[in-house]
């Protein structure tokens, strides 16, 4: 099946690809589990594009980076065709409409995404005394090989990530996009490897914790090394970030660590990109010390849908949920 | 030098006198947030030895995240030294990776110009290393001259045998603290312990994914500065600093002041890495390193080029955490096959 989609989508981009457009795809790396992003310009390139259920990079990052550079030395002729999970769309949606990139020389690769790994559960599966040698993907099953060359098989439904597990299929684009794969079919199933057992687990788990309490533990752990908003789709200030230029906001926020520093870093930086976060779960997985971040961005991802009736990425109406004001809105 | 075969039942003994309140003892446990990681240990039990290596090195107990360096005062025209914790600690269960690490950052900070801040902090320190039996996918220690079963660079050293250990006693300060408190203790023979780290090195070394050849690259590696492959890496590199983070060997700092309150202040140093933009951007607002390509390009030399023209010693030690923690998939490993390939070899 993953093969399939990744085979139509080679296909595809073999049948647009022009000379002087570039692919931003992913291509597999040395390590068991992870795809390197990877820029290719030649059609021949084409076939060592990988997707699907390791496919755990949303490669909106790289799109503003990309586009200042491309537009400094003006060397994009034609067009960007970026690859896509349905959910990474939202990001790029997003930053079209905070005015990052510009959508005209964009095309996106949509494609009927299964879910992915969480490689953090992949790792608690085989024990921690254990390591992959290999690993691979047969149907519903993990197939992998440990360093010591003993096989082991996991189903899926166990390693998908979490926020598969809740995605509702939904996704917005007006810009130019194909979507590779059925995708009324697509829309219509529930993940078929996802199970209703896994959906309940992980509604009880977020019921009735005191998240302020919760995130003050886990923030402990965090040395401040900004990889999480380095990651982030929503951070696009680059070389204007208030936390890198501790010299020119003195009193305002060291790099030294302390637990209340650390709270009022991730809580300036999520007031910061409130507007914006898509809730993609990027700054979660990059964690050098797997704080699970994702549990602070998804409550306050929810919080700006309840009160302000807003959700990043969802349309590129423009609209700036917290620079904006309408009548009757009760909550600024 | 003595050698001891102790039971599970006497590593107690051994740990035990760093679990006072005047002391701390830090070693792998498992953290509140489900990692294992180097902590600071209060029960003998939490200590988890049959784990790949922490994601985490052990570095910030020498060299802590960020501290402060002096204090200042207004009223009071002169600096005042900070207080460096003088607890007494004992780092239990570095494996070998980690232990030529410390070995290099040893020789990084105090060799031309001591450091007091981690000199003290490292005399303060006994070190207990342990043959490694756990590699991760990413490890490639013997790539980079390291055996897994066997270290120098310890006070003790640790070798599982069965369901005992053996202890080795590798430095006086190592030697001191054993004979207080290896009464009673059986000793063991120098073969059975060569011949248990041979086991321990072969086992281990069989594990590992591959070992990369890199004597005849050693000290060419600037002749690949200007190749292609950089580009593939650096392309997809997103400047997320979590290899330097995560590094044993990476030592680089930014100091900064800071008010505690109006009239009082303290400079401290934080971990800083190459990987970040404002790391080497000057005054002028000129950056010799302005790209992500100079950058990586820069932390990878750096460990295998420059530490060997001026110190004659790879900064890497082969443990793999750059690799692992790395979310978009560069492995140091390929780099180097790439730079060994670019070079003919």
């Known amino acids: 099946m993953i093969n399939e989609i990744r085979d139509a989508i080679i296909q595809y981009l073999k049948s647009v690809m022009k000379e002087n457009d570039v692919v931003l795809a992913l291509r597999s790396s040395s390590t068991p589990g992870i795809l390197t992003p990877c820029i290719l310009r030649n059609k021949a390139d084409l076939d060592q594009i990988e997707a699907g259920f390791f496919h755990l990079n949303n490669l909106a990052v790289y799109l503003s980076e990309f586009f200042q550079k491309e537009n400094r030395l003006s060397t994009l002729q034609g067009y960007l065709y970026v690859l896509c999970k349905p959910c990474d769309t939202k990001a790029v949606t997003q930053m079209i409409s905070d005015q990052q990139i510009n959508p005209n020389k964009l095309k996106l690769v949509v494609y009927a995404c299964e879910g992915m790994a969480d490689m953090k559960k992949v790792k608690n599966e085989i024990g921690l005394d254990k390591d992959i040698k290999a690993i691979d993907l047969h149907l519903t099953e993990l197939s992998l090989t440990l360093l010591d060359g003993s096989p082991l098989s996991i189903p899926v439904s166990k390693v998908i990530s979490s926020k598969c597990l809740e995605c509702n299929k939904e996704y917005h684009l007006t810009m130019s996009h194909v979507f590779v794969g059925d995708e009324k079919k697509w829309k219509s199933h529930p993940y078929s490897i996802a199970t209703a057992e896994n959906k309940v687990l992980l509604q009880d788990q977020k019921k009735g914790k005191d998240l302020f309490d919760q995130l003050k533990a886990e923030l402990s752990a965090c040395i401040r090394c900004n990889a999480c908003r380095n990651v982030c789709h929503a951070c696009f200030c680059s070389d204007r970030c208030i936390f890198d230029k501790p010299k020119m906001t003195v009193g305002f926020l060291d790099k030294e660590i302390s637990p209340i520093d650390n709270i009022l870093f991730h809580m300036i930086r999520f007031y910061h990109v409130a507007p914006n976060c898509t809730a993609c779960g990027e700054c979660e997985r990059i964690c050098p010390q797997g704080i699970p971040l994702s549990h602070l961005y998804e409550y306050f991802h929810r919080l700006m849908q309840e009160s302000l009736d807003f959700s990043a990425g969802s349309s590129d109406s423009m609209r700036q949920a917290m620079l904006s004001y309408r009548l009757g809105e009760d909550l600024v | ?345």
């Open chain 2, 1 to 345: 030098m003595k050698t001891y075969q102790i039971s599970k039942s006497q590593l107690k003994q051994l740990l035990e006198p760093y679990l006072t309140a005047e002391t701390q003892l830090i070693a792998p446990s498992l953290n509140p947030l489900g990692l294992i990681s180097f902590n600071k240990i209060q029960n003998i039990n939490e200590i988890a030895l049959n784990t790949s290596i922490p994601l985490k090195p052990s570095k910030s107990y020498l060299f802590p995240e960020s501290s402060s360096l002096v204090q200042f005062d207004e009223k009071n025209p002169h600096l005042l030294e900070s207080d460096i914790s003088q607890k007494k600690q004992m780092l239990f269960g570095l494996r070998p990776c980690d232990l030529a690490a410390i070995a290099y950052m040893d020789s990084f900070f105090s060799s031309n110009i001591s450091d007091h801040d981690y000199v003290q902090r490292r005399n303060n320190t006994l070190i207990l290393g342990v043959a490694c039996e756990y590699p991760s996918n990413a490890c490639f220690c013997t790539s980079m001259g390291i055996q897994p079963g066997t270290s120098i660079h310890a006070d003790i050293f640790l070798v599982p045998s069965g369901e005992d250990f053996l202890v080795e006693e590798l430095s006086e300060k190592g030697q001191e603290y054993l004979a207080s408190i290896s009464k009673g203790w059986k000793e063991a023979s120098n073969e059975t312990l060569a011949t248990q780290k041979n086991e321990i090195t072969e086992k281990t070394s069989s594990k590992l994914i591959e070992k990369i050849d890199l004597s005849k690259i050693r000290g060419r590696l600037s002749e690949t500065y200007n190749k292609d492959f950089w580009n593939k890496y650096s392309e997809a590199c997103i400047v997320c600093g979590a290899c330097t983070f995560d590094c044993p060997t990476c030592s680089c700092f930014d100091m900064n002041d800071s008010m505690i309150s109006s009239s009082k202040g303290c400079r401290y140093r934080s971990w800083d890495s190459c990987s970040f933009a404002d790391f080497t951007l000057h005054a002028s607002s000129h950056n010799p390193r302005s790209s992500k390509l100079h950058r990586l390009r820069q932390r990878i030399l750096h460990k295998f080029q420059y530490t060997v023209e001026k110190m004659d010693q790879w900064s890497c030690t082969g443990c793999g955490r750059c690799i692992r923690v790395c979310p978009v998939g560069i492995n140091t490993r390929s780099i180097l096959k790439d730079a060994k390939e670019a070079l003919g070899e």
